[in-house]
């Protein structure tokens, strides 16, 4: 049964309509907080132009992409998709804003307000963020949450090294020589462009944006086109919480409509990439064309080594946080594991337990452990691998399928294949996905050894009761990114950044500060004597 509140009277209200009136506001607010506070039900998706200038703006060419949950396979939204026009646009917003210096002119300290009221904005919306970006790329909404604290996060610590970039102007250089003065100041860049992956939308693209911004730049930001929703919202807090106009602005789009023409233009001052190996090798391409600095945040098959003196529960846990978090969509997965043939056997087991009782399904349930792969052509890359590990011979230890309580979405369950050979093509390549590939070992250089034989270098891992002998390890493995009886945990102060075909350059902590800046010698002739290099012309 339906009931209506009192009529509303003309003039003085009644008691009877106060009542009526708050008790309506109060139901709409409790709706709203119960609606953000539900992490398992979906939000509708807002729909945004693109961010150019402090405004939002519809693509030259009117066309948009579609968003498509990867646990419904259904349509709930659409992004803009700019082309080069909008990138044209974008770009000229950004070097408008850095020649009037409305944001490269402030001081550190200036700067660090802004960021801290943005790291603010994204803690008071953390729950809606995390709850679109789930929607979007399909991680669990336990871990979506996480990131957005890391989000704030690292505009916070950003926000601290922008305050302590003031105090380090005119740092003074003894150059050895009492007539002269030298002194180094450091000035951003210009115009940076940002491209950005999909498996962690907004966190990637603060781990570019913040630095970027801290050091005075102004931004043109792409994120991939599988997941931008979260990075359109960005520009909003960015702007409520003072970003200027300008100073950030956000193109989506494909990649070569929107990312092309942005790595390649030549009013960009640098270019920050994260993604896949093959799009790293042409946006650097790009970059260097125009003799532009790049950083590269590629591909990676790191390996995960466990020695037989191991706790094998604890390792075993490490291993599935290291392959299959972020539904295995991680560029530093520890998707390689060895372990020694002594207690190989042992390992497997309480492996295949462990794998077969992570809880998948719907990525906005609260303890949801494995959601969907981002999409079709991912489901389908992920399948194949499968197929080709089976054809290769190595077994399969579980997983492999769709999981049965899962009939639509973009699933499979955690995989693990074991008695896999160097040789295999799932060994040795990039999957992006929960599949697992497990060899053994007998010796600790001959560990070392299969773990560096491998066109990555991105990261890896030792377990180990000897420290020792994982200190040996850490110093061996060819890789930027080492962890010691753990796996994948990162953190915004320290370095990150691979070798070989990871990549090159460093991203957070002071390193990715330094990124974004360009150090400028400034000497000063300070004595009172003339600089007598040349003899007096003669008088005759």
């Known amino acids: 049964m339906h009931t209506s509140p009192p009529p509303i009277k003309h003039g003085v209200p009644t008691s009877t309509t106060l009542e009526a009136e708050v008790l309506l506001t109060r139901r709409?607010?409790?709706?709203?907080?119960?609606?953000?506070?539900?992490?398992?039900?979906?939000?509708?998706?807002?729909?945004?132009?693109?961010?150019?200038?402090?405004?939002?703006?519809?693509p030259v060419?009117?066309?948009?992409?579609?968003?498509?949950?990867?646990?419904?396979?259904?349509?709930?939204?659409?992004?803009?998709?700019?082309?080069?026009?909008?990138?044209?646009?974008?770009?000229?917003?950004?070097?408008?804003?850095?020649?009037?210096?409305?944001?490269?002119?402030?001081?550190?300290?200036?700067?660090?307000?802004?960021?801290?009221?943005?790291?603010?904005?994204?803690?008071?919306?953390?729950?809606?963020?995390?709850?679109?970006?789930?929607?979007?790329m399909g991680k669990p909404i336990d871990e979506a949450e996480w990131d957005m604290d890391d989000v704030a996060g690292c505009f916070d610590y950003y926000a601290g090294l922008a305050e302590q970039l003031d105090a380090r102007q005119y740092t003074p250089i003894d150059v050895g020589m009492d007539e002269f003065r030298v002194k180094v100041r450091r000035e951003p860049l210009g115009v940076v462009a940002l491209i950005t992956p999909w498996n962690y939308p907004l966190l990637m693209a603060t781990w570019k944006v913040a630095p970027a911004l801290a050091a005075g730049n102004s931004c043109v930001l792409k994120p991939s086109e599988m997941a931008s929703i979260t990075c359109l919202e960005l520009a909003d807090l960015a702007l409520q919480a003072g970003v200027p106009p300008g100073v950030l602005n956000v193109v989506t789009g494909l990649g070569a409509d929107a990312g092309a023409p942005l790595s390649s233009h030549p009013a960009v001052a640098k270019v920050a990439f994260t993604g896949s190996t093959v799009t790293g090798k042409r946006v650097a391409q790009a970059a260097i064309a125009n003799l532009r600095p790049a950083t590269m945040e590629l591909g990676g098959k790191s390996c995960l080594i466990i020695f037989d003196d191991a706790d094998l529960d604890k390792a075993v846990e490490w291993v599935m946080f290291g392959a299959f978090w972020t539904n295995g969509q991680i560029c530093s997965s520890t998707s390689r594991i060895l372990i020694h043939e002594r207690v190989a056997d042992t390992f497997y087991s309480k492996l295949r337990s462990r794998a077969q009782s992570i809880n998948i399904g719907d990525p906005l349930q609260p303890g949801c452990r494995?959601?969907?792969?981002?999409?079709?052509?991912?489901?389908?890359?992920?399948r194949?691998?499968?197929?080709?590990?089976?054809?290769?011979?190595?077994?399969?230890?579980?997983?492999?399928?769709?999981?049965?309580n899962c009939p639509k979405g973009y699933y499979m369950e955690p995989t693990v294949f074991v008695n896999v050979k160097p040789h295999m093509r799932i060994w040795k390549e990039e999957i992006f996905g929960p599949v697992l590939s497990v060899g053994t070992f007998s010796s600790e250089s001959e560990a070392v050894q299969l773990a560096n034989d491998s066109e990555f270098g991105l990261a890896?891992?030792?377990?180990?009761?000897?420290?020792?002998?994982?200190?040996?390890?850490?110093?061996?493995?060819?890789?930027?990114?080492?962890?010691?009886?753990?796996?994948?945990?990162?953190?915004?102060?320290?370095?990150?950044g691979g070798n070989k075909s990871s990549g090159f350059g460093r991203e957070l902590g002071e390193w990715g500060l330094e990124n974004f800046l360009s150090v400028k010698q400034v000497t000063e002739y300070v004595s009172p004597n003339i600089w007598d290099w040349y003899s007096p012309q003669s008088k005759l």
């Open 460 to 496: 890896g891992a030792v377990i180990s009761a000897d420290l020792e002998r994982c200190k040996r390890v850490a110093e061996a493995l060819e890789c930027g990114i080492v962890w010691v009886n753990c796996s994948q945990p990162c953190f915004c102060q320290a370095p990150w």
């Open 370 to 382: 494995m959601g969907p792969v981002v999409s079709a052509s991912q489901y389908d890359r992920v």
């Open 384 to 404: 194949t691998y499968v197929q080709v590990g089976q054809d290769d011979g190595a077994t399969l230890l579980t997983g492999g399928r769709r999981p049965p």
């Open 61 to 136: 060419r009117g066309k948009y992409l579609d968003v498509v949950s990867p646990a419904t396979e259904a349509v709930i939204g659409r992004i803009p998709a700019g082309t080069q026009e909008d990138v044209e646009a974008a770009v000229a917003a950004a070097v408008a804003a850095h020649k009037r210096g409305i944001w490269a002119r402030k001081t550190g300290k200036e700067r660090s307000v802004v960021l801290r009221a943005l790291a603010q904005k994204v803690r008071d919306n953390k729950t809606r963020l995390a709850n679109y970006e789930t929607q979007d």
């Open 28 to 58: 709409s607010t409790l709706l709203q907080d119960f609606q953000l506070a539900s992490s398992s039900m979906a939000l509708p998706i807002p729909e945004r132009g693109l961010f150019i200038n402090g405004k939002w703006v519809q």
